[in-house]
């Protein structure tokens, strides 16, 4: 691009710092050519068509009252946010156990912190992942160690919506993996029955296994049988973040050369430990960027709990909005939960493209 | 998608026929220590948590009514939150003990696998029209266009009205309930139809100004909102019952939260055996012969829990109407408590 691309290579022979650009006088900038006239004259437009906008969101806004009332007139109601975040965050559980769900927030914060270096990906990484899961789910459902037992039906908010995503990814990647195995195997069965599941899982909405797992399956079970309601959403969702990790990995697995495979065949590796130590590792190197857009779509999609009656972070949000003190804050609830979905989703995208530079430089050293 | 009806209703027949034979509900629940509730997903004044996540409203209070004749305790009921298509297979199913989720007697549903207790709630379809329009009454109402949510009964009842009275309404059809309500508070059109009870909750929770509106019913026809049981348990189906026929009962009574302490001392030999100082009723449904006494001293009487959660008490305000007493010239009829 510019010679900026350079300069931190030269940076140390200070102080000939590199030539600046001339400058260009501002009204050039602005209206040079058509182009630049007419963008500038847009974005001119749209900045005034905004400022109603930034009015209702911050000017006329109420940031804090005690009487629900004074939020009756105009702009935002800020406010409302403050005195139902509680709520939005944890949802219907119980208010006296309340450290146990902040403290799986913390728990899956410290480990997503703690996984982010490659360096420490491992066998006893996933070791430490397999038992701080259970240690959440323990917290959450108490009844041990003089916790109060919590049914799944109290849970709710962000921890629901964050263990959902996680869960629903880190039980569907082992599935996706063999999957995709068994789509690319020689074998006619495995691959019969791989692009089988595939295929159906991808060929149905979401919504609609969310239906068949929560209504459907526990009509086909027999009587006096029952799997916990947030058990088979997590199940519906797992299904279908399996399938579309499958098609992902299998990308991946067609971009590693066939010489490799031929090469371990040649060295006496038997097959699996092939797949396990050679072709896996680089396939998925190679699909970090669509494994990530799969992780953030899963966020997302957690939020279509809220049609089978799972009282995710939406859910929380939209009962808080029916407060009928509060005069219909809907607008502020819905920016709050969409805040709170961008900050995860922007995360992992940052994260990814910091990773892909890494895992990059390190295969062309 | 008639077909799926179908398979759903044979298959919730098959099931139902097999839960004749299982045990009791009462000791299933009994078991687990409390009792399972279906919710909705946030209906105020009906069901819904309230910021500390604890559930309110007159459909969640029945269940903590039945909790309070099982176990002497309201806080044992869990609420699972259900959406409108999976209240009923829940219920079937065994995921939920009771139902009371907004639910309304219909043949099809009596029919298909699901007993239906005593009517907790009367409503009849309306309209809201704004204050300013002048109109009171369904036959002022020519030529108005009218907000109506698509596939709801209230769709039905807008072609019935305005072909019955020859109004020439028309009906702008929204496919979801906030839409439907967002449009008539825009300004898109004259009235807005639903159930009333909803309308006044839509008032109170989503206009700026709730006094600019008015609610008049669009029909004489009304539904009966009831918390409803499985098939096959008729001693689970008489616990419900008489745990709602105890909050009417004491209403009848004049018994309250605030006085029944001081009626124990009672001679009327109808209170005395309301309270369980003449034993026999609790212990013919298998309960505390002073289950409706517990009850009343936990929760008030059906008057009472309106009051709280629907009307002068609560921020929506709805009236009594045909939800009082029949003594008072409503549609609430207690059976003999003896």
Same mark, same amino acid.
């Given at each position: 691009?510019?010679?900026?691309?350079?300069?931190?290579?030269?940076?140390?022979?200070?102080?000939?710092?590199?030539?600046?650009?001339?400058?260009?006088?501002?009204?050039?900038?602005?209206?040079?050519?058509?182009?630049?006239?007419?963008?500038?004259?847009?974005?001119?437009?749209?900045?005034?068509?905004?400022?109603?906008?930034?009015?209702?969101?911050?000017?006329?806004?109420?940031?804090?009252?005690?009487?629900?009332?004074?939020?009756?007139?105009?702009?935002?109601?800020?406010?409302?946010?403050?005195?139902?975040?509680?709520?939005?965050?944890?949802?219907?559980?119980?208010?006296?156990?309340?450290?146990?769900?902040?403290?799986?927030?913390?728990?899956?914060?410290?480990?997503?912190?703690?996984?982010?270096?490659?360096?420490?990906?491992?066998?006893?990484?996933?070791?430490?992942?397999?038992?701080?899961?259970?240690?959440?789910?323990?917290?959450?459902?108490?009844?041990?160690?003089?916790?109060?037992?919590?049914?799944?039906?109290?849970?709710?908010?962000?921890?629901?919506?964050?263990?959902?995503?996680?869960?629903?990814?880190?039980?569907?990647?082992?599935?996706?993996?063999?999957?995709?195995?068994?789509?690319?195997?020689?074998?006619?069965?495995?691959?019969?029955?791989?692009?089988?599941?595939?295929?159906?899982?991808?060929?149905?909405?979401?919504?609609?296994?969310?239906?068949?797992?929560?209504?459907?399956?526990?009509?086909?079970?027999?009587?006096?049988?029952?799997?916990?309601?947030?058990?088979?959403?997590?199940?519906?969702?797992?299904?279908?973040?399996?399938?579309?990790?499958?098609?992902?990995?299998?990308?991946?697995?067609?971009?590693?050369?066939?010489?490799?495979?031929?090469?371990?065949?040649?060295?006496?590796?038997?097959?699996?430990?092939?797949?396990?130590?050679?072709?896996?590792?680089?396939?998925?190197?190679?699909?970090?960027?669509?494994?990530?857009?799969?992780?953030?779509?899963?966020?997302?999609?957690?939020?279509?709990?809220?049609?089978?009656?799972?009282?995710?972070?939406?859910?929380?949000?939209?009962?808080?909005?029916?407060?009928?003190?509060?005069?219909?804050?809907?607008?502020?609830?819905?920016?709050?939960?969409?805040?709170?979905?961008?900050?995860?989703?922007?995360?992992?995208?940052?994260?990814?493209?910091?990773?892909?530079?890494?895992?990059?430089?390190?295969?062309?050293? | 998608?008639?077909?799926?009806? !179908?398979?759903?209703?044979?298959?919730?027949?098959?099931?139902?026929?097999?839960?004749?034979?299982?045990?009791?509900?009462?000791?299933?629940?009994?078991?687990?220590?409390?009792?399972?509730?279906?919710?909705?997903?946030?209906?105020?004044?009906?069901?819904?948590?309230?910021?500390?996540?604890?559930?309110?409203?007159?459909?969640?209070?029945?269940?903590?009514?039945?909790?309070?004749?099982?176990?002497?305790?309201?806080?044992?009921?869990?609420?699972?939150?259900?959406?409108?298509?999976?209240?009923?297979?829940?219920?079937?199913?065994?995921?939920?003990?009771?139902?009371?989720?907004?639910?309304?007697?219909?043949?099809?549903?009596?029919?298909?696998?699901?007993?239906?207790?005593?009517?907790?709630?009367?409503?009849?379809?309306?309209?809201?029209?704004?204050?300013?329009?002048?109109?009171?009454?369904?036959?002022?109402?020519?030529?108005?266009?009218?907000?109506?949510?698509?596939?709801?009964?209230?769709?039905?009842?807008?072609?019935?009205?305005?072909?019955?009275?020859?109004?020439?309404?028309?009906?702008?059809?929204?496919?979801?309930?906030?839409?439907?309500?967002?449009?008539?508070?825009?300004?898109?059109?004259?009235?807005?139809?639903?159930?009333?009870?909803? !309308?006044? &909750?839509?008032?109170?929770?989503? &206009?700026?100004?709730?006094?600019?509106?008015?609610?008049?019913?669009?029909?004489?026809?009304?539904?009966?909102?009831?918390?409803?049981?499985?098939?096959?348990?008729?001693?689970?189906?008489?616990?419900?019952?008489?745990?709602?026929?105890?909050?009417?009962?004491?209403?009848?009574?004049?018994?309250?939260?605030?006085?029944?302490?001081? !009626?124990?001392? &009672?001679?009327?030999?109808?209170?005395?055996?309301?309270?369980?100082?003449?034993?026999?009723?609790?212990?013919?449904?298998? !309960?505390?012969?002073?289950?409706?006494?517990?009850?009343?001293?936990?929760?008030?009487?059906?008057?009472?829990?309106?009051?709280?959660?629907?009307?002068?008490? &609560?921020?929506?305000?709805?009236?009594?109407?045909?939800?009082?007493?029949?003594?008072?010239?409503?549609?609430?009829?207690?059976?003999?408590?003896?």
């Amino acid at each position: 691009m510019t010679v900026f691309d350079v300069a931190p290579t030269v940076a140390h022979i200070e102080p000939s710092a590199p030539p600046k650009p001339p400058h260009k006088p501002l009204l050039q900038l602005f209206f040079g050519d058509l182009i630049a006239s007419v963008l500038t004259v847009s974005t001119g437009f749209l900045l005034i068509l905004m400022i109603p906008a930034l009015n209702w969101a911050v000017l006329d806004a109420v940031w804090a009252t005690d009487d629900p009332s004074t939020c009756r007139d105009g702009g935002a109601c800020w406010a409302f946010i403050a005195a139902k975040f509680r709520f939005i965050i944890f949802g219907v559980y119980p208010p006296d156990e309340q450290w146990r769900p902040l403290l799986v927030m913390g728990l899956i914060l410290a480990m997503i912190l703690a996984s982010l270096s490659p360096r420490l990906w491992g066998q006893r990484l996933i070791a430490a992942w397999i038992a701080c899961v259970a240690a959440m789910l323990t917290l959450m459902w108490g009844g041990v160690l003089g916790m109060a037992p919590v049914p799944t039906s109290s849970w709710g908010g962000l921890p629901v919506t964050l263990l959902l995503a996680l869960l629903s990814l880190g039980l569907g990647f082992p599935f996706a993996v063999f999957l995709a195995l068994g789509r690319r195997s020689s074998l006619p069965i495995p691959r019969m029955l791989s692009l089988m599941t595939i295929e159906l899982v991808r060929g149905l909405p979401l919504v609609g296994l969310l239906f068949v797992a929560s209504i459907l399956l526990p009509l086909l079970l027999p009587a006096g049988w029952s799997i916990d309601k947030l058990g088979r959403t997590l199940a519906a969702l797992t299904v279908f973040a399996a399938a579309y990790l499958a098609e992902v990995i299998r990308g991946g697995l067609q971009g590693v050369p066939a010489g490799q495979i031929e090469a371990a065949k040649a060295l006496g590796i038997p097959g699996w430990k092939a797949v396990w130590h050679i072709v896996l590792p680089q396939a998925l190197q190679k699909v970090i960027p669509p494994l990530t857009n799969t992780a953030i779509v899963m966020v997302k999609n957690t939020s279509l709990v809220l049609i089978v009656g799972v009282f995710d972070m939406l859910s929380a949000a939209r009962v808080a909005a029916t407060d009928p003190v509060w005069s219909a804050p809907y607008v502020e609830s819905y920016v709050f939960v969409a805040l709170i979905y961008f900050l995860i989703c922007f995360g992992i995208s940052n994260y990814s493209r910091w990773l892909e530079i890494r895992v990059q430089s390190r295969s062309y050293r | 998608m008639k077909n799926w009806k !179908l398979a759903t209703a044979a298959l919730a027949a098959a099931l139902s026929a097999t839960a004749a034979h299982a045990g009791p509900t009462l000791d299933k629940v009994k078991e687990r220590g409390r009792i399972v509730c279906g919710a909705s997903q946030g209906t105020v004044g009906f069901g819904s948590p309230d910021d500390k996540g604890y559930w309110t409203g007159l459909d969640v209070e029945t269940c903590r009514a039945v909790a309070v004749a099982i176990f002497g305790d309201k806080d044992k009921v869990e609420f699972v939150p259900l959406s409108g298509q999976q209240r009923i297979p829940a219920l079937q199913t065994g995921e939920i003990d009771i139902l009371p989720r907004t639910l309304t007697w219909t043949l099809q549903r009596d029919a298909n696998g699901i007993n239906f207790t005593t009517p907790t709630y009367y409503e009849f379809t309306g309209f809201m029209v704004a204050k300013s329009s002048g109109v009171t009454k369904v036959e002022e109402m020519t030529g108005a266009s009218v907000c109506v949510q698509t596939g709801s009964t209230t769709e039905v009842v807008v072609n019935d009205v305005s072909t019955k009275l020859n109004l020439q309404l028309n009906p702008v059809v929204f496919d979801n309930v906030a839409a439907t309500r967002q449009a008539f508070f825009s300004g898109r059109c004259d009235a807005l139809i639903t159930d009333a009870a909803a !309308l006044a &909750s839509v008032r109170a929770t989503q &206009s700026d100004k709730p006094d600019d509106y008015v609610i008049f019913p669009a029909t004489k026809y009304m539904d009966a909102l009831t918390p409803a049981v499985r098939h096959g348990d008729d001693n689970w189906m008489d616990i419900v019952n008489w745990s709602i026929q105890a909050l009417l009962n004491a209403e009848l009574y004049g018994i309250t939260q605030a006085n029944i302490d001081e !009626l124990m001392t &009672s001679d009327d030999p109808r209170v005395k055996r309301f309270l369980g100082i003449e034993p026999g009723n609790g212990k013919a449904l298998g !309960l505390d012969d002073k289950f409706a006494y517990n009850i009343v001293k936990q929760l008030g009487n059906y008057g009472e829990m309106f009051d709280r959660n629907l009307g002068a008490g &609560s921020s929506l305000k709805i009236e009594r109407g045909p939800n009082r007493l029949f003594s008072d010239g409503g549609l609430m009829f207690p059976m003999a408590f003896q």
